[in-house]
């Protein structure tokens, strides 16, 4: 795959999130890791005293980062880190914002979504030459490392130390299903099945739930991609997108069509954490998430009413799946004690703390030694997922992280119309059509950038 940078845009749409969003959110004092402009370059420090870091997940993995925090002023009595839990949906407008206005943090959880566009405005550390002389060297997965160096843009710069890697999973009511008499929905047409047999609306019983709120865009690609069983974002040319091919057209029609008829209405608004809470706590057949919302089911249910089994399968047996982004951490070249921070990431990402964190999250860990640790068999769709990457059952479609804008395309600039899809109010092929034209544009910039 290509990598680039990009600059500007047009229609409307500007060089970053950070210039539409530079006024929206203001940072508090209390999350300033410092105090002027993070295009400066910070300082090495003492290795000791103060850092900040970032939680690109918080509130969700607060409790496990506390705990790694612990571990690690324990072991660094001299090093003093302060946490900020900052909402998945809010990050990247935090970070565009400090990073127009100053109080960015020391580290921070950095995804390969959103890497690009913050690597483009210049305000993360090259990691490279710091990784080759850890204790860390060559212990990460190497298909994590290059992950990260891909969504970066930059062909000779790593700017996070990639910790987790996610799946696309289906977890289902293996309760629900034996008492309908239905089978595992291992495939599409199972999968509708079960969604029409399931649901009794008088008797708020929902065979599906959908995701309408935010982070909908990638949700609904997964399902469009592995109906359509169309293998490439790109067409042969690399210029223009296979968003908008007929059979992806016909495939959301048919995914959209579901909302309301066997979902709750609430799903348009839902975002990660509702539509986990809601198929948690009521009577829904089925719920398309990540292997990150696993340990929230078991909480729920216990391992005996559910199970999350990778996406299901199209014509012919083959499954598709749309790429899912590796989280990282990353060092911020505003920081003035980039010392100490480091250190924290070496020690987030070590073996101990990546199997710890990635256990809570029910993730696939990077550390290679964590990768091979016992919980793996025992979370069955880690252990499920981790087979279908490598078992050569899976062809998985990379979305183009490396547009320093696809982060907005696919969430602030869609997602309002991916609700008027779900309403009636846009037809699908309108949407992805509009989708398109600007993934078509911002590839054709980098290209050219990119020679």
Known sequence: MKISSRRSST?????????????????????????????????????????????????????????????????????????????????????????????????????????????????????????????????????????????????????????????????????????????????????????????????????????????????????????????SFWDSSGEKTTLNDPKNVQALEKYAALYKRVTPAADLNNDFTKMVAQWDSGTIGMLNHNLGSYQDHVKALGTEKFRGIPQPTGPGGKRVQVSNPVDGLGLFKSSKNKEAGWKFIEFAASHESNSKWNESAGAIPSHTEAAKDAWISEAEPTKLAATALNDGSTTIVQLPYYLPDWNTISKADNEPNFQKVLLGDMSAKDFLDTMAEQLNEAQAEWNQQKG
């Open 11 to 231: 229609g409307g749409r500007r060089t970053s999130a950070a210039v539409a969003l530079g006024a929206v959110l203001a940072l508090t004092a209390t999350a300033c890791g410092d105090d002027g402009s993070s295009s400066g370059t910070g300082e090495e420090g003492s290795g000791t005293g103060k850092i900040v870091f970032w939680d690109n997940n918080g509130g969700v993995r607060t409790d496990i980062w506390k705990e790694i925090i612990a571990d690690f002023e324990k072991a660094n009595p001299d090093i003093d880190v302060q946490y900020v839990p900052v909402a998945a949906t809010e990050v990247q407008s935090k970070y565009d914002t400090a990073i127009q206005g100053g109080g960015l943090p020391d580290v921070g959880g950095v995804g390969a979504a959103m890497l690009a566009g913050i690597a483009a405005q210049d305000a993360l550390e090259p990691l490279e030459d710091r990784l080759a002389k850890s204790f860390l060297n060559g212990k990460l997965n190497e298909g994590m490392v290059e992950s990260v160096k891909v969504a970066g843009g930059s062909d000779e710069h790593m700017y996070t130390v990639p910790t987790s890697a996610n799946n696309g999973t289906l977890y289902y009511r293996t309760d629900l299903f034996q008492k309908a008499g239905l089978e595992e929905p291992s495939t599409w047409d199972r999968f509708y099945e079960a969604a029409e047999k399931l649901t009794n609306v008088k008797k708020n019983e929902f065979g599906y739930t959908i995701r309408g709120g935010a982070g909908s865009i990638a949700q609904a690609l997964d399902a469009m991609y592995g109906q359509s069983g169309i293998t």
